[in-house]
């Protein structure tokens, strides 16, 4: 399996902190949140990832380098000034992410969840991990009924931004922006989506109240 990591966003929310750094070399603990998420794909056995680039990507690329002192081989999809979204993003990224199912992870969470290990149905396009609806969120994203992720007017939880895809997710796509949550929910109503619940550490680090807040509780 390869692993995609999507950090080429903007981080408008936490400005005025990503204006000189990009969001995901924001540090919690001594480490930044991308460094950890290599390091937590790498113990899972995975030795290839594609990192996407926008906002500073140099410097992502100064701090990451090849990957080799991660013991990864780094790959980076530069999108330049022209931000893809989720979905153009990773479709822009399917040639170096393989044939077989990928990981794909939100640079922007803080977690300690282990690379979910997921055989996909042969109808399946994906596999989401939800987690507890947060807080400061009114509502969640979608509910797991039977194994199966469901859309819902009363959606129980939220999505973590862990998935595992199928590259044929992406056929019929066009290349350029446009987002990834509107696949899901089709895929879903189809019932072709899998999901699991994971109720441990996971945090949105989203904005500076909520990056403080994580800090704090370390």
Request: glycine share 12%; hydrophobic share 40%; net charge negative.
């Amino acid at each position: 399996m390869r692993a995609m990591i999507l950090a080429a966003g903007r981080g408008e929310r936490l400005r005025p902190l990503t204006d000189a750094i990009p969001k995901s070399l924001v540090e919690v603990r001594g480490e930044t949140l991308l460094e950890r998420h290599l390091r937590n794909v790498q113990v899972a056995g995975i030795r290839t990832v594609i990192i996407n680039l926008g906002w500073l990507g140099d410097r992502i690329v100064e701090r990451v380098g090849s990957g080799e002192r991660y013991g990864l081989d780094v790959i980076y999809s530069d999108e330049g000034d022209n931000i893809l979204e989720t979905g153009g993003g990773i479709h822009k990224a399917l040639p170096h992410l393989g044939d077989e199912p990928f990981l794909v992870v939100n640079a922007d969470i803080y977690t300690d969840m282990p690379v979910p290990r997921v055989e996909l149905a042969a109808g399946d396009l994906g596999h989401l991990v939800l987690v507890p609806t947060p807080e400061y969120r009114d509502h969640g994203d979608f509910n797991i009924e039977g194994g199966l992720i469901r859309n819902g007017e009363r959606a129980q939880y939220t999505f973590s931004g862990v998935a595992v895809y199928r590259p044929e997710f992406f056929d019929g796509c066009e290349a350029g922006r446009f987002p990834l949550a509107p696949m899901l929910r089709e895929a879903a109503d189809q019932g072709r989506l899998s999901g699991t619940l994971y109720e441990g550490l996971w945090a949105d680090v989203g904005t500076p109240d909520r990056l403080a807040t994580l800090r704090d509780s370390h």
